[in-house]
């Protein structure tokens, strides 16, 4: 009996690192395929690019893990890009002042983001695409639709600057991992998120403010996703408002990927780790083998897809083994 | 000669990998009589009826419906031989009328409308067939519980069953609500249809069955005419040792008054006041819908409180939320046990700790240590049954889920804990152990507020007693007083009469 259950444990590692396989096996894959894929100089330049992917997948971990979603994440991004750009240029603010004004904005908008929906207890899918047609009008008003760029040189440092020879933006991206690790594993917050995302209504029973979380966790998803949109904008040294549109979905694909429950209360910052590197990896090797731009969106989607169904169907089949355990248990004790 | 029996089962075993749920049962039902299913949890009576309805296949075995042999039935099978089940939970559909529901799936039509008149019609016919009053036209979420419950059985008799399972079928419903239950099947004996019939409560059981069988581990135990036993019997076939329902001695309530609500109002209950006492076991009666649950939500800090006052302690309080109830020295184990009570995917020691999460954490970070510590020790003080702490909660048996919402407010150390239906759904064993904790929570100088729907529980647990009828107050009675007369005339009081209105 007890050495089934074990048996079932290991079997349900295996499930989870199994999207870590798939990652491996893409990237042999790709070193063998794509020209040039197999060089460190592309490997740097793929995570600068995933860092803000990755940052911002922290969050959206976050807020996923409590039932929740935040699709105006995209133009969270385009808006702090032509904010950030607007104020340097435009506003000829010192670029500290700058990024200190756009990330407080950013995170207002997210605690916005939260209010209306714990407040109202309208869908967080459509409270935040309501949010998303916002954010899109209202960078494209500040930015008229035209690229902002002519920034100060110091301000390309994080996005495009090494340490050591390792990108300071991955850096970043490592340290927010392992702060949002901590997070999620160490803290009663973590806990906290988790029990919302399972079971809100016993969460609240239990005496945990579920409202002032909910919050919490759209305001922290996006208070890292403008650290993402400004190391994005200091890598292209140019604010547009189209820079984060469709952003959201990346996001979303890399922490389903990850095995991140896309209806709460299950996933980890690991797992989504890996989800980012996946997309991540996917869409440098497509571009280093000429394949399109549309193709590329159908492969994804099509990945996305089969990772919501997987994850869908393993739990309807971990339901049925849990059933079997529970007589189990039920009989033996 | 004819077979008097409607129903037999043969040797039927159930293997799941590495247990027997059933092992090797033989029984037989007759036509036409109430034969009623006992066990403990796991005792394989889910196994057994979904084994006759058809859910599962059994591993070995034969069923014989009127004769017809079967190695395995699938649902439509089982239907097509006349078998119907009224499940725990309902399935009716809210927003259409109780015909419809009645019919659902198979609406009488001309052409591709549906015939309302024919089918209001034929529902009507069947409520007249079952002695019921009820409009076929009014919509399910309009009725009450126990009117639902009639629509079910209803539902479930309208294609012709000669056989009917009702699992639990009590479970949801007040006093008087039974009451008419127990009339429809009276009524459907008559008229020759077997009733299994699926209950915790051995009353009904004596009320009700013609014969009785009982269950245990997964083996079949014995089977006897109604006559021929008693309630002790029964249980101690049940648990393979003699164990009478009792409830514990006790002597704790005191003078001090630890808790005084005075005229609250809100959340559909009306102008109550009461006092509870340190050591008290107060318990609350009343029908369902009667407002106790609701009062409950109020004192716990989860519906808004639109008049009256809280004195705690000597201290007003005014929880907004459950989480200044719980910090105020009030805690809830909900009616719910699965949806309010518990995080059924989270493990035993994460729902333990769930509302003491932050005296177990230092500066946000939780204490793993403490954490191992505390689950530890109410997993043995309260005797949960898991094969380890990092279990899943839903994978635990009722008694021992309920238990883990105990530990989990008992860890909070509050003065008064509130008991809404502790022993629902809960078997015989596992009922003595929680009454035995409630009385050594009161013994600790804490207090009880205990609200149920189970009579007997209710008379043997209290000390004293409020009833509530149509969420106001209708009467407090003093230990001596406490008497079910005494208390189903309160919980009707303001009624015309005790039946159930619709």
Redesign the interface.
Request: glycine share 10%; net charge neutral.
């Given at each position: 009996m007890m050495e089934q259950l074990k048996a079932k444990k290991t079997g349900k590692k295996l499930g989870e690192y199994g999207i870590f396989l798939v990652l491996i096996a893409m990237f042999i894959l790709f070193s063998f395929i794509a020209p040039n894929f197999f060089d460190i100089n592309n490997i740097f330049n793929v995570a600068r690019q995933v860092c803000t992917l990755g940052i911002c997948a922290v969050g959206m971990t976050i807020v996923l893990i409590t039932g929740g979603i935040d699709l105006s994440l995209g133009f969270q991004i385009s808006l702090a890009n032509v904010v950030c750009a607007w104020l340097m240029v435009n506003g000829g603010l010192n670029p500290i002042l700058a990024v200190v004004i756009t990330i407080l904005m950013t995170t207002g908008i997210g605690i916005l983001n939260g209010i209306i929906i714990v407040k109202s207890h309208v869908a967080p899918l459509i409270v935040t695409l309501a949010m998303l047609n916002i954010l899109n009008g209202l960078s494209f008003m500040v930015s008229k639709g035209l690229p902002i760029f002519g920034f100060d040189k110091s301000f390309s440092v994080p996005g495009q600057g090494s340490i050591a020879g390792i990108p300071i933006s991955l850096l970043i991206m490592i340290a927010i991992f392992i702060v949002g690790a901590i997070i999620l594993k160490k803290t009663y917050f973590g806990r906290y998120f988790y029990a919302i995302g399972s079971n809100e209504e016993a969460a609240k029973l239990s005496g945990i403010n579920t409202g002032k979380l909910k919050i919490f966790a759209y305001g922290l998803c996006a208070f890292l996703t403008s650290i993402g949109a400004l190391l994005m904008l200091s890598r292209t040294n140019s604010g547009l408002s189209s820079n984060g549109d469709g952003f959201e979905f990346n996001v979303i694909t890399a922490c389903v990927l990850g095995g991140v429950s896309a209806s709460g209360g299950k996933g980890t910052i690991f797992g989504a780790l890996v989800g980012v590197l996946i997309v991540g990896f996917l869409e440098n090797g497509l571009l280093l083998m000429n394949v399109n731009e549309y193709t590329q969106l159908v492969i994804q989607g099509i990945m996305m897809l089969a990772a919501v169904v997987y994850d869908t169907l393993s739990r309807e089949k971990n339901e049925r083994i849990k059933k079997i355990k529970a007589i189990n248990v039920n009989n033996q004790v | 000669m004819v077979n008097k029996n409607i129903l037999e089962l043969e040797k039927i075993t159930k293997l799941?990998?590495?247990?027997?749920?059933l092992d090797n049962v033989t029984l037989s039902f007759r036509r036409g009589e109430v034969h009623a299913l006992v066990g403990e949890?796991?005792a394989g009576k889910s196994?057994l009826i979904k084994t006759i309805s058809g859910a599962i296949e059994p591993t070995a075995g034969t069923i014989a419906v009127e004769g017809k042999h079967f190695e395995s039935l699938t649902p439509t099978l089982s239907r097509e031989n006349g078998i119907a089940v009224v499940y725990q939970e309902f399935t009716l559909v809210p927003v259409l009328s109780a015909a419809e529901n009645i019919f659902l799936g198979e609406f009488i039509r001309k052409g591709l409308i549906c015939d309302r008149k024919a089918m209001n019609a034929r529902a009507a016919q069947l409520f007249k067939m079952l002695k019921i009053e009820l409009d076929p036209n009014v919509k399910v979420e309009d009725l009450t519980t126990g009117y639902q419950q009639i629509v079910e059985i209803a539902k479930a008799v309208a294609k012709d069953a000669k056989i009917l399972i009702m699992d639990e079928p009590s479970a949801p419903l007040t006093t008087n609500e039974v009451e008419a239950m127990f009339n429809i099947v009276d009524t459907l004996k008559e008229r020759g249809v077997t009733v299994i019939y699926i209950s915790h409560r051995l009353e009904e059981i004596f009320r009700l069955a013609d014969r009785v069988s009982v269950l245990r581990?997964?083996t079949y135990i014995t089977t006897k005419n109604i006559e021929d036993t008693t309630k002790d019997e029964l249980i101690s076939y049940m648990v393979g040792r003699t164990l009478k329902e009792t409830y514990p001695e006790r002597n704790n309530s005191t003078d001090e008054v630890i808790l005084e609500v005075k005229n609250l109002s809100g959340n559909g209950v009306e102008n109550i006041s009461f006092d509870l006492k340190k050591g008290e076991i107060l318990g609350f009666g009343g029908l369902v819908g009667a407002g106790r649950t609701e009062l409950a939500a109020l004192l716990?800090g989860?519906a808004r409180i639109t008049g009256g006052e809280i004195i705690l302690k000597g201290k007003k309080v005014d929880p907004r939320?459950?989480?200044e109830?719980?910090?105020s020295g009030i805690s809830?184990v909900?009616e719910d046990r699965k949806?309010?009570?518990?995080?059924?995917?989270?493990t035993v020691k994460?729902n333990l700790t769930?509302?003491s999460?932050?005296r177990?954490?230092n500066k946000?970070?939780?204490n793993a240590k403490a954490e191992k510590e505390f689950t530890n020790q109410y997993v043995s003080s309260l005797n949960i049954?898991?094969?380890s702490i990092d279990?899943?909660v839903?994978?635990?048996?009722g008694g021992?889920q309920q238990k883990v919402v105990l530990g989990?407010w008992m860890g909070?150390d509050p003065d008064v804990m509130i008991f809404d239906e502790p022993t629902r759904g809960i078997d015989v064993g596992a009922k003595q152990e929680i009454y035995k904790l409630m009385v050594d929570i009161t013994k600790s100088g804490k207090s009880i507020i205990m609200i149920s729907s189970d009579m007997e529980e209710l008379l043997g647990m209290s000390d004293r007693m409020v009833i509530l009828s149509k969420g106001r107050l209708s009467g407090i009675l003093e230990k001596e007083e406490c008497t079910q007369e005494k208390v189903l005339k309160y919980a009707a009081e303001g009624k015309d009469d005790g039946t159930i209105e619709s």
């Amino acid at each position: 009996m007890m050495e089934q259950l074990k048996a079932k444990k290991t079997g349900k590692k295996l499930g989870e690192y199994g999207i870590f396989l798939v990652l491996i096996a893409m990237f042999i894959l790709f070193s063998f395929i794509a020209p040039n894929f197999f060089d460190i100089n592309n490997i740097f330049n793929v995570a600068r690019q995933v860092c803000t992917l990755g940052i911002c997948a922290v969050g959206m971990t976050i807020v996923l893990i409590t039932g929740g979603i935040d699709l105006s994440l995209g133009f969270q991004i385009s808006l702090a890009n032509v904010v950030c750009a607007w104020l340097m240029v435009n506003g000829g603010l010192n670029p500290i002042l700058a990024v200190v004004i756009t990330i407080l904005m950013t995170t207002g908008i997210g605690i916005l983001n939260g209010i209306i929906i714990v407040k109202s207890h309208v869908a967080p899918l459509i409270v935040t695409l309501a949010m998303l047609n916002i954010l899109n009008g209202l960078s494209f008003m500040v930015s008229k639709g035209l690229p902002i760029f002519g920034f100060d040189k110091s301000f390309s440092v994080p996005g495009q600057g090494s340490i050591a020879g390792i990108p300071i933006s991955l850096l970043i991206m490592i340290a927010i991992f392992i702060v949002g690790a901590i997070i999620l594993k160490k803290t009663y917050f973590g806990r906290y998120f988790y029990a919302i995302g399972s079971n809100e209504e016993a969460a609240k029973l239990s005496g945990i403010n579920t409202g002032k979380l909910k919050i919490f966790a759209y305001g922290l998803c996006a208070f890292l996703t403008s650290i993402g949109a400004l190391l994005m904008l200091s890598r292209t040294n140019s604010g547009l408002s189209s820079n984060g549109d469709g952003f959201e979905f990346n996001v979303i694909t890399a922490c389903v990927l990850g095995g991140v429950s896309a209806s709460g209360g299950k996933g980890t910052i690991f797992g989504a780790l890996v989800g980012v590197l996946i997309v991540g990896f996917l869409e440098n090797g497509l571009l280093l083998m000429n394949v399109n731009e549309y193709t590329q969106l159908v492969i994804q989607g099509i990945m996305m897809l089969a990772a919501v169904v997987y994850d869908t169907l393993s739990r309807e089949k971990n339901e049925r083994i849990k059933k079997i355990k529970a007589i189990n248990v039920n009989n033996q004790v | 000669m004819v077979n008097k029996n409607i129903l037999e089962l043969e040797k039927i075993t159930k293997l799941y990998p590495g247990v027997k749920a059933l092992d090797n049962v033989t029984l037989s039902f007759r036509r036409g009589e109430v034969h009623a299913l006992v066990g403990e949890n796991g005792a394989g009576k889910s196994t057994l009826i979904k084994t006759i309805s058809g859910a599962i296949e059994p591993t070995a075995g034969t069923i014989a419906v009127e004769g017809k042999h079967f190695e395995s039935l699938t649902p439509t099978l089982s239907r097509e031989n006349g078998i119907a089940v009224v499940y725990q939970e309902f399935t009716l559909v809210p927003v259409l009328s109780a015909a419809e529901n009645i019919f659902l799936g198979e609406f009488i039509r001309k052409g591709l409308i549906c015939d309302r008149k024919a089918m209001n019609a034929r529902a009507a016919q069947l409520f007249k067939m079952l002695k019921i009053e009820l409009d076929p036209n009014v919509k399910v979420e309009d009725l009450t519980t126990g009117y639902q419950q009639i629509v079910e059985i209803a539902k479930a008799v309208a294609k012709d069953a000669k056989i009917l399972i009702m699992d639990e079928p009590s479970a949801p419903l007040t006093t008087n609500e039974v009451e008419a239950m127990f009339n429809i099947v009276d009524t459907l004996k008559e008229r020759g249809v077997t009733v299994i019939y699926i209950s915790h409560r051995l009353e009904e059981i004596f009320r009700l069955a013609d014969r009785v069988s009982v269950l245990r581990d997964g083996t079949y135990i014995t089977t006897k005419n109604i006559e021929d036993t008693t309630k002790d019997e029964l249980i101690s076939y049940m648990v393979g040792r003699t164990l009478k329902e009792t409830y514990p001695e006790r002597n704790n309530s005191t003078d001090e008054v630890i808790l005084e609500v005075k005229n609250l109002s809100g959340n559909g209950v009306e102008n109550i006041s009461f006092d509870l006492k340190k050591g008290e076991i107060l318990g609350f009666g009343g029908l369902v819908g009667a407002g106790r649950t609701e009062l409950a939500a109020l004192l716990f800090g989860n519906a808004r409180i639109t008049g009256g006052e809280i004195i705690l302690k000597g201290k007003k309080v005014d929880p907004r939320l459950p989480e200044e109830a719980i910090a105020s020295g009030i805690s809830l184990v909900p009616e719910d046990r699965k949806n309010q009570g518990l995080i059924l995917d989270m493990t035993v020691k994460e729902n333990l700790t769930a509302a003491s999460m932050k005296r177990l954490s230092n500066k946000g970070f939780v204490n793993a240590k403490a954490e191992k510590e505390f689950t530890n020790q109410y997993v043995s003080s309260l005797n949960i049954k898991t094969p380890s702490i990092d279990q899943k909660v839903k994978n635990l048996s009722g008694g021992n889920q309920q238990k883990v919402v105990l530990g989990k407010w008992m860890g909070t150390d509050p003065d008064v804990m509130i008991f809404d239906e502790p022993t629902r759904g809960i078997d015989v064993g596992a009922k003595q152990e929680i009454y035995k904790l409630m009385v050594d929570i009161t013994k600790s100088g804490k207090s009880i507020i205990m609200i149920s729907s189970d009579m007997e529980e209710l008379l043997g647990m209290s000390d004293r007693m409020v009833i509530l009828s149509k969420g106001r107050l209708s009467g407090i009675l003093e230990k001596e007083e406490c008497t079910q007369e005494k208390v189903l005339k309160y919980a009707a009081e303001g009624k015309d009469d005790g039946t159930i209105e619709s």
